[in-house]
């Protein structure tokens, strides 16, 4: 007997509808203007960060900052129509604005069918299934003939390379939000999430598990800490990036009771290894059959658990509560908050400042933040942060005014070259954040980004029409179109001679069915049914900017797309050696005279300004 | 334990004299293989009755294990790292680790990355090396292939080369007319970081893009060659960098679940591209001087879990390859019998005595002036 309950009572907080949402953060937001800056002067005595709110009303410097770190930057004219607001009225305006239209959700090219889910662990696990109940993913075992579980092991690659594409439209959806949302904060919150509760598609295997997840970034992104935090304990991409799925009370799996410790909530060395046993424990039973979770009562263990120092019959609620009840908690999640939206560097006095913030404002993350994005200290750390690749590509088709992320270059190939792929962070730790963007290497990504932008590659191959991962199968495809029988045609290319690596040379060897073959025959079943991505480049009008601007001097048009994108000032010396470098793609220095033919010099300009090292701070 | 694999610690060796040779200096590539390998299924112990006990339905049969001795067999996956074994170039150290293991991946790593457990060292222990060697901030000391840099080549004095795609490590476009900024003396703003990195890249990008174009591999890496075709570019090329250190990506050694089928791939993955990397070494005649050494941040538990896999656990195997290295078992292998706290095994070797033959023997840099702890020869080179 299994009980199923439904994904708890985080689902009513989610279902507040935004209206109320917006009503609670104006309210918020009148009594911190009211009452706000007696209560907050006194935390300035209680650490060393300055966290009263700055009294001035906002210049244009002050607006930009704002909306570079509460959101992805913006246009020219969002930020006029911020200066000269209070802190409070610019944030509500920037991050709460809008009419209220709800986000476009996300549309599924319907690639899933059943028999998909539960997905086996591997592509053996699949055909010793298949071997022993005679169907497998849906597809029976062919009952004669060449190859019987052929079309099982092709299956298995159809999801595999499908769930994949889709994912990779599901960060174009995403993307696509962060680009033109009213109210950016919440989805820069929800990357911050995406980052802490880091969980990779390449594991999960299932696009829609993954959806799941990013809407409960935006729905609980600013919500309660105790809410996202059981939302995603029990969220089905979660359960299955953990093996939180196969946690039973005869096999307790530690996997996600040591990482909701560890990286979610208190960090190492608040906790001994008999506390992630007996979380591990209480945990137990905690399951997901499709899209839903349940608690599977013949696997949970109930019995006593010795927990923090605490005794009792815990379930895994009862551990989250234990675990919110530690200063540690707070200190955690409003440190880690503190870097992301204000400075990486921090002295540990202020981390002690920051948790006894988030503590009273009783774990309410939108309130916090709130706290934060107004204060003295926030205006403070202006062009301190290095911007991360999802931040710099969306905040710079912000500031070029684009209404939609390009086709060309590919948003997912280039924030992957930038170190920084949605849906597929590098570990359950999420991207470190701060320097670690930065090698030589990246650094050349970042400029080599904008010239993808300003000047498309002609040699651009769309990656979810070739099979880009594992392009192998095309060769495959051309040598069985050829005539060579599968045995042959699914040999490795080259290295014929020599020792041939074991992996590839084992490839192959069971008869049932051919592993290539099913690979690309995997691949053109996906490319088939996931919807294509709209391919479009960047449409630009420098040259009519400039005209509009009235701008007469190479000069001018450097400082003009200077205040237009940078944080962070560009030397006198490295200006004029940009002016110059106009003025002679130009053949003049009047800017005027040369209107119908700038296009390609201002672009080539961009693309020089933007490579620059300062453009990567925000 | 069982005599038959005597291990060759052969007591500590007199002071070599160190492998550095102006004109071909000695090459150390670190492979790490993230996420937690389980040693006890890399190496197997067949011989030890406790192996079965603990791992009833994941330990490996006699009959599936590729020969080693009579004691211990390989993985069935590991052909290409037991060939090297028959050739006597491979070196197995037995239950590396260190006083009061962490199980955490992350706190894990950084030990080793560092090789200063439980400390919080600001600099990693390739870039420490470094250091050591040239005290002169010099491009090229150190050679990190990932799409993040390691904190084991974080160096005082050096930027290290961090690139993914050799082929992308390039500045395209006009940019490059600009006059590059001045590398700043003293780093301490992003500012200046940013400044330094981007005059760093400019100087290296060009060799290694060369590297990479003039090369053609002379053996076959594999499914996963483990960036490993990059190194031997780059060695082919002649580049004087003698610290490289490339990883195993997204922690897939973190086998909770179903661990057998995927464990074996994983390592067929590496053993091929080990293997390769030695031969490709040899076609172009630089394997006299590159050592290859592969290790974890943890090995894992010796009792296998209910899910077909195995949890994090402490002390563990590391592997040392190539040419110049004296094959054979170092160090002596942890009980299965008497488990240590939490159901691990005691670590019997303290895994900066593989830095320090390392550090001391190959590199010729003294280990002290590197490490702390229990750093001394295990006398691997031969």
Sequence with gaps: MSSTISRHDSNKTGALPYRTKAIYSFVLLVFLACFGTPLLAKVKDVGPLDLAPLQSTLTSAQAKHLVSRAGFGATQQEIASLVGKTPQQALQQFTAGGDNVPAPAFEHSGIFEPGLDPFPPSRPATTELAKRQGHALGIDVKPDGNRPLQPIVNQFFYWLRASRLETDRVSYWWANRMLTTQQPLREKAALFWHGHFATNEDKVRDYRKMVLQVETFQRLGLANFRDLLIAIAQDPAMLVFLDAGVNTKDAPNENFAREIMELFTMGVGEYGEEDVREAARAFTGWSVRGLEFYVDSDTHDAGEKSFLGERGDFDGIEIIDRILARPQTSRFIATKLYRYFVRDELVPAAEAQLGARLRAHNYDIGAYLQELLVSRDFYASAGEHIKSPVELVISTYKKMGLRQVPGVPDFNVVTGALGQRLLHPPTVAGWSQGRSWITPSLLFERGNFVLDVVSPDLNFVPPDRFPAYTPEVARVQERLRSGLAVSQATKPTGMMGGDMAQANALADRDEAFNTRLGSMRGWQMAIERVRPIPRDFAPMALAKEVQAQALTTPMEVVLYLERRFFEVPLQPRDREEMAAFLAEALGTTDVAAAQSYAEEPLRRLLHAMLSRPEYQLG | ?382
């Design chain 2, 1 to 382: 334990m069982m005599g038959s694999t005597s291990m060759a610690l052969l007591g500590p060796r007199v002071w070599a004299a160190p492998a550095v040779h102006s004109e071909k200096p000695p090459i150390l590539v670190v492979l790490e293989l993230s996420g937690g390998n389980d040693g006890l299924n890399t190496v197997v112990p067949h011989g030890d009755d406790n192996y079965y006990r603990l791992r009833p339905t994941l330990g490996i049969r006699p009959e599936k294990l590729l020969a080693l001795d009579e004691h211990f067999g390989f993985n069935p996956g590991l052909q290409g790292i037991q060939k090297l074994w028959q050739d006597n170039n491979l070196a197995l150290v037995h239950g590396c680790g260190y006083d009061d293991p962490t199980f955490s991946h992350f706190n894990a790593m950084a030990y080793w990355h560092t090789g200063a457990p439980h400390q919080g060292n600001e600099y990693g222990w390739l870039g420490r090396v470094a250091d050591q060697m040239v005290g002169q901030r010099r491009e090229d000391m150190l050679i990190n292939i990932g799409s993040s840099q390691s904190l084991a080549v974080k160096s005082a004095v050096h930027t290290p080369v961090v690139f993914d795609d050799p082929m992308r490590f390039q500045r395209k476009g006009p940019a490059s007319a600009f006059t590059p900024p001045a590398a700043p003396t003293l780093v301490t703003s992003n500012r200046d970081f940013l400044l330094a990195i981007d005059a760093s890249a400019k100087a290296s990008s060009a060799r290694i893009r060369d590297a990479w174009s003039s090369y053609q591999a002379r053996a076959d890496y594999g499914v996963v060659p483990m960036d490993l075709p990059k190194v031997a570019a780059c060695i082919n090329a002649g580049l004087p960098t003698q610290l490289y250190h490339v990883a195993v990506r997204n922690n897939a050694f973190d086998t909770h679940v179903q661990q057998a089928a995927l464990h074996r791939r994983l390592l067929s993955y590496v053993s091929d591209a080990v293997y390769a990397f030695v031969q490709d070494l040899k076609a172009m005649g630089e394997d006299q001087r590159v050592v290859i050494m592969l290790h974890s941040e943890f090995g894992r538990r010796p009792k296998e879990n209910a899910n077909l896999g195995t949890d994090h656990g402490s002390a563990n195997l590391m592997l040392v390859a190539g040419t110049p290295i004296q094959g054979g078992h170092y160090g002596k292998t942890p009980s299965l019998e008497g488990l240590g706290e939490g159901d691990n095994l005691s670590h019997t070797t303290d895994f900066r005595r593989v830095y320090g033959t390392l550090v001391s023997d190959w590199l010729g840099v003294p280990a002290a002036t590197v490490l702390g702890g229990d750093h001394r020869s295990l006398g691997f080179i031969a």
